[in-house]
């Protein structure tokens, strides 16, 4: 029987990771509570050390978000660069619900922690998870 050529490999994402090339996952946090103010959640940065944030999602609201607002920022206190603004959740109704929150800034990041800065709290028990995808510059 003749060699079928080299054996291949699977993956629930196909694009090299290796490269700049792929909006890859940089971030996550679940469970965040947006029944407080101030920073709820520290983002640590996945195996990334330059990088540019070009999607930031909010979804797995635990109840509809009518009176939260939140931002995502390079350091505490909403402070540093901000990546997302502190704006209204109105449009977090529910579990089901991915919200993509426009990106202020996408420049080339280095800080190896982002901060979700809740500035208004939702007034009830209530938490989300966030995402955050970009580009890993790291390998140039």
Request: zero cysteines; aromatic letters at 6%; hydrophobic letters at 45%.
């Amino acid at each position: 029987m003749a060699n079928p050529g080299p054996a291949t490999t699977v993956t629930i994402h196909p694009s090299n990771l290796a490269t700049n090339q792929a909006i890859r996952l940089l971030a996550v946090a679940t469970g965040v509570n947006v029944n407080a103010t101030g920073d709820q959640a520290v983002l640590p940065i996945l195996n990334s050390t330059n990088y540019s944030v070009s999607n930031v999602v909010f979804t797995n609201a635990s109840v509809s978000l009518s009176s939260a607002a939140a931002g995502l920022f390079t350091a505490p206190s909403a402070g540093g660069t901000g990546v997302v603004a502190n704006a209204a959740l109105s449009a977090m109704t529910g579990s089901t619900v991915v919200s993509q929150r426009t990106v202020a800034s996408t420049a080339i990041q280095t800080g190896q922690n982002l901060y979700l800065n809740v500035g208004t709290a939702q007034g009830a028990t209530a938490t989300m998870d966030v995402y955050v995808y970009g580009y890993d510059f790291s390998t140039y």
